[in-house]
């Protein structure tokens, strides 16, 4: 069985919906799992449908099974797809320990599209991320994910890059493994390809 540093190791992946953190919340559970570890999954849903917050909480241990929601001011890695996600799960779940790893391509919501509401500058955000977190690491998965063909392989991206951070035991063959288990093997090396660039983005 795998070992962790904190036990259980509290994870948060959120985005918008519509980009695909459930299922990259499902193939890392899965990957753990095949690791002997235990993994409960809780999920919140805004309106997803129409692009609103999606966030799945992995609760990750050796020693059995946790409620599925993460307590508030408890996560210990936050994965998000879209960056005031990001700011959104820290200021219920933050604080001065997690790690952060965010997508840099932001999607505006409807308030800001119709110039109700001003969305901050990245530059804004990556300092009140960096501010309210131990380590925030910043990737443009979208439009990496855009050369492989759609911006859906993001997702992927972002469990390789999660890979390269460290706090959990994900390797490159336990997620060969769960991607093989989970998809149609005319898809597997695309999303190894996803998942190789995203340790890149963390280790260069």
Not at 163 to 175: D, I, K, N, Y
Request: glycine share 10%.
């Amino acid at each position: 069985m795998a070992l962790l540093a904190k036990d259980p190791t509290n994870v948060i992946i959120t985005g918008v919906g519509g980009q695909g953190n459930v299922l990259a919340s499902r193939i890392l559970g899965n990957l753990l799992s095949m690791q002997g570890l235990s993994i409960t999954i809780g999920e919140t849903f805004g309106a997803s449908q129409r692009g609103g917050s999606v966030a799945s909480h992995l609760r990750v241990s050796a020693k059995g099974a946790w409620s599925p929601q993460i307590p508030k001011g408890r996560a210990d890695l936050v994965v998000a797809l879209e960056p005031i996600e990001a700011l959104r799960i820290l200021a219920e779940y933050g604080n001065k320990e997690v790690t952060v790893i965010t997508n840099t391509r932001s999607i505006f919501p409807v308030g800001c599209i119709s110039g109700e509401l001003a969305y901050p500058t990245m530059d804004q955000v990556k300092g009140w991320l960096n501010e309210f977190s131990k380590k925030a690491y910043f990737i443009d998965a979208t439009n990496e994910a855009m050369k492989l063909g759609s911006p859906i392989f993001g997702n992927i991206m972002m469990i390789g890059a999660l890979s390269a951070v460290g706090t959990l035991p994900v390797t490159r063959e336990g997620f060969f493994t769960a991607v093989s288990a989970a998809m149609a093997a005319s898809k597997v090396d695309i999303n190894m390809q996803a998942f190789d660039i995203g340790v890149a983005m963390i280790q260069n």
